[in-house]
């Protein structure tokens, strides 16, 4: 009876592990080479030096101000408005997708995805246009993972590079733009092959924003953005940011991706490990030595371009090549990018019959971006 009784309880405690690991396999797999790591160099006094606090505090204070917005449905409404202007199906996915484009470049590309691929579903379902959804759906994945490359804060993997090597802005967005541009024109094109057919809008009666909540919040965004750009110290987001929104609203700090930062910090103490082995260091150092944009891009596929970025910069100066690679990086796999996986779980789950279709169409399109970019990339070298 003991054992009998125990069992329910058992399945209680596992249930959530599971479910947790089902929903961050990137931070479990972190943490888990973070302790394997741990075991060959044992912790001590150079651990602290492994983590970026400064990335940390900017991610932090971004995503904090990104979900107070969310909640009062400020991304959502404007979105909309922008939706409602087009007549037909081929402009409306094209806003749709610039509006997850230019999302990322503002509020980093998972959260773009989190906010507009619910927008993406609503237009089309309602509109009766259920079959374009993989499509829809698939380009606003890329453009939120290419999207983001041109600000520092569009990607977390780049607001880590920018800050670990102090690139200047300048320099940052001149070494993106040429990606940047091509990544819009090849959007642009896949967009404009939709049919145009009529679409009709059902009218919806949308409560208005919350005129002091929206200022408070717009204004803490700007705080974060001049962080970022260090123009203020991160320690007065640190402070500013949390004391704001606990009283404004303390379920945007609830909201924050929490897994993402733990994420970060498991991947810190990861590559800064490895650098510490010889072996290891000679290995990878020799490998980037060769082309660190064909082994940073490759290093996205198969261990996604946040975990590569934090990894690789323990191995090169090549910072140029090394911010082209983990954003071009970002499409091709379904692991090649977090924001991959959010679109992959977003689709299923109103289409749970058709995840093969979808992974074709999406592999499809993410290498065809893939191959295009990085051999211009290795063109422009």
Request: hydrophobic share 55%; net charge positive.
């Given at each position: 009876?003991?054992?009998?009784?125990?069992?329910?309880?058992?399945?209680?405690?596992?249930?959530?592990?599971?479910?947790?690991?089902?929903?961050?396999?990137?931070?479990?797999?972190?943490?888990?080479?973070?302790?394997?790591?741990?075991?060959?160099?044992?912790?001590?006094?150079?651990?602290?030096?492994?983590?970026?606090?400064?990335?940390?505090?900017?991610?932090?204070?971004?995503?904090?101000?990104?979900?107070?917005?969310?909640?009062?449905?400020?991304?959502?409404?404007?979105?909309?408005?922008?939706?409602?202007?087009?007549?037909?199906?081929?402009?409306?996915?094209?806003?749709?997708?610039?509006?997850?484009?230019?999302?990322?470049?503002?509020?980093?590309?998972?959260?773009?995805?989190l906010t507009f691929l619910p927008l993406g579903y609503f237009v089309l379902k309602e509109t009766g246009k259920e079959k374009?959804?993989?499509?829809?759906?698939?380009?606003?994945?890329?453009?939120?993972?290419?999207?983001?490359?041109?600000?520092?804060?569009?990607?977390?993997?780049?607001?880590?590079?920018?800050?670990?090597?102090?690139?200047?802005?300048?320099?940052?967005?001149?070494?993106?733009?040429?990606?940047?541009?091509?990544?819009?024109?090849?959007?642009?094109?896949?967009?404009?092959?939709?049919?145009?057919?009529?679409?009709?809008?059902?009218?919806?009666?949308?409560?208005?924003?919350?005129?002091?909540?929206?200022?408070?919040?717009?204004?803490?965004?700007?705080?974060?953005?001049?962080?970022?750009?260090?123009?203020?110290?991160?320690?007065?987001?640190?402070?500013?940011?949390?004391?704001?929104?606990?009283?404004?609203?303390?379920?945007?700090?609830?909201?924050?991706?929490?897994?993402?930062?733990?994420?970060?910090?498991?991947?810190?103490?990861?590559?800064?490990?490895?650098?510490?082995?010889?072996?290891?260091?000679?290995?990878?150092?020799?490998?980037?030595?060769?082309?660190?944009?064909?082994?940073?891009?490759?290093?996205?596929?198969?261990?996604?371009?946040?975990?590569?970025?934090?990894?690789?910069?323990?191995?090169?100066?090549?910072?140029?090549?090394?911010?082209?690679?983990?954003?071009?990086?970002?499409?091709?796999?379904?692991?090649?990018?977090?924001?991959?996986?959010?679109?992959?779980?977003?689709?299923?789950?109103?289409?749970?019959?058709?995840?093969?279709?979808?992974?074709?169409?999406?592999?499809?399109?993410?290498?065809?971006?893939?191959?295009?970019?990085?051999?211009?990339?290795?063109?422009?070298?």
């Amino acid at each position: 009876m003991n054992g009998a009784a125990a069992l329910p309880r058992a399945r209680k405690f596992v249930r959530p592990v599971i479910e947790f690991e089902h929903k961050n396999p990137v931070l479990c797999i972190a943490a888990l080479a973070a302790l394997v790591t741990s075991v060959i160099v044992p912790p001590d006094a150079e651990y602290v030096g492994y983590f970026d606090f400064r990335t940390l505090t900017c991610l932090f204070c971004v995503l904090a101000v990104v979900c107070a917005l969310k909640n009062i449905r400020f991304f959502y409404l404007l979105a909309k408005k922008i939706v409602s202007l087009c007549r037909n199906l081929r402009m409306s996915v094209l806003s749709l997708v610039v509006i997850t484009f230019v999302g990322s470049m503002l509020i980093a590309n998972d959260m773009a995805l989190l906010t507009f691929l619910p927008l993406g579903y609503f237009v089309l379902k309602e509109t009766g246009k259920e079959k374009y959804m993989a499509f829809t759906f698939i380009m606003q994945n890329i453009a939120a993972n290419l999207g983001g490359m041109l600000t520092p804060f569009g990607n977390p993997q780049n607001l880590y590079l920018y800050s670990h090597f102090a690139i200047p802005d300048g320099e940052f967005v001149s070494i993106m733009l040429p990606s940047f541009l091509l990544s819009v024109t090849l959007i642009a094109v896949c967009c404009l092959f939709l049919p145009a057919e009529p679409l009709t809008m059902p009218k919806a009666d949308d409560a208005p924003l919350p005129k002091k909540r929206t200022a408070a919040y717009l204004a803490l965004f700007a705080l974060s953005i001049l962080i970022v750009f260090r123009s203020v110290p991160y320690l007065v987001g640190l402070i500013v940011i949390p004391a704001a929104l606990f009283f404004l609203d303390k379920k945007a700090l609830a909201a924050v991706d929490y897994p993402l930062l733990l994420t970060f910090v498991c991947f810190f103490i990861f590559s800064g490990n490895l650098s510490r082995v010889g072996a290891v260091n000679d290995l990878v150092s020799g490998l980037l030595n060769k082309s660190t944009l064909v082994v940073g891009t490759l290093s996205c596929q198969f261990i996604s371009n946040v975990p590569s970025a934090i990894l690789l910069s323990r191995f090169t100066s090549n910072y140029r090549d090394l911010l082209v690679a983990v954003n071009i990086g970002g499409v091709g796999t379904l692991i090649s990018s977090l924001a991959s996986l959010i679109t992959f779980r977003e689709y299923t789950s109103h289409n749970p019959g058709r995840t093969k279709a979808y992974l074709l169409r999406f592999s499809a399109f993410s290498f065809g971006f893939l191959a295009v970019l990085l051999i211009f990339n290795l063109l422009l070298l």
